[in-house]
């Protein structure tokens, strides 16, 4: 079955970096499939980064410029390297993938962003 595992949450100090990871199996990696969404307390769940067709990128105005998606499809793993970090970047990240119309989710890394 699908499985996606992200890592590299944590506690970091404003302005700091963070590098998330999340590494997929059970499907045929596609990185244009792949991106990262948050949730904060109280907040939906949002898109932070994503890939939109073949090497095109997007991201949520707050944190363009900051945030970068990448990815390795040989180790079938895709990172989102988060720099600047601010107290509002505090959430729940997940990875995502949508494979044939199924949207499918890892289980969250917590990102926590003090001032």
């Known amino acids: 079955q699908v499985q996606l595992v992200e890592s590299g949450g944590g506690l970091v100090q404003a302005g700091g970096s963070l590098r998330l990871s999340c590494v997929a199996s059970?499907?045929?990696?596609?990185?244009?499939?792949m991106g990262w969404y948050r949730q904060a307390p109280g907040k939906q769940r949002e898109l932070v980064a994503g890939?939109?067709?073949?090497?095109?990128?997007n991201y949520a105005d707050s944190v363009q410029g900051r945030f970068t998606i990448s990815g390795d499809n040989s180790k079938k793993t895709v990172y989102l390297q988060m720099n600047n970090l601010k107290p509002e970047d505090t959430a729940v990240y997940y990875c995502?993938?949508?494979?044939?119309?199924?949207?499918?989710w890892g289980q969250g890394t917590q990102v926590t962003v003090s001032s």
């Open positions: 995502s993938a949508l494979i044939y119309g199924a949207r499918y």
């Open positions: 059970g499907i045929i990696f596609n990185i244009n499939t």
């Open positions: 890939f939109s067709g073949v090497s095109n990128t």
